[in-house]
Nanobody
Framework: QVQLVESGGGLVQAGGSLRLSCAASGRTFSTYAMGWFRQAPGKEREFVAAISRTAVNTWYADSTKGRFTISRDNAKNTVYLQMNSLKPEDTAVYYC??????????????WGQGTQVTVSS
């Protein structure tokens, strides 16, 4: 079992930055790929970024490539999402997830409760 807790969300103006963190419990964090997903009101959950178990590989949605950076610290059982040049369309609840390295939510076994990110224009 892995429990995930996100933090770092908030309200920011367009063009600003936020850094999300996701802390995982348990000793098996390094055995999971990690992903970030987001869900805006009235929309389906969508892939944001993923990172492999050893951080050798990363994957970004086209909408976040070049603006967002995913990273992880296996010693701290934490994955991060650095978000720069934020746009109003980035407004959503952001979720971290642990599972298999992919862009598909169905391949992730464990999910956090989400953290709200709101970008004002």
């Amino acid at each position: 079992q892995v429990q995930l807790v996100e933090s770092g969300g908030g309200l920011v103006q367009a063009g600003g930055s936020l850094r999300l963190s996701c802390a995982a419990s348990g000793r098996t964090f390094s055995t999971y790929a990690m992903g970030w997903f987001r869900q805006a009101p009235g929309k389906e959950r969508e892939f944001v970024a993923a990172i492999s178990r050893t951080a050798v590989n990363t994957w970004y949605a086209d909408s976040t490539k070049g603006r967002f950076t995913i990273s992880r610290d296996n010693a701290k059982n934490t994955v991060y999402l650095q978000m720069n040049s934020l746009k109003p369309e980035d407004t959503a609840v952001y979720y971290c997830a642990a599972g298999s390295y992919s862009r598909y939510a169905t391949t992730y076994d464990y999910w956090g409760q989400g953290t709200q990110v709101t970008v004002s224009s």
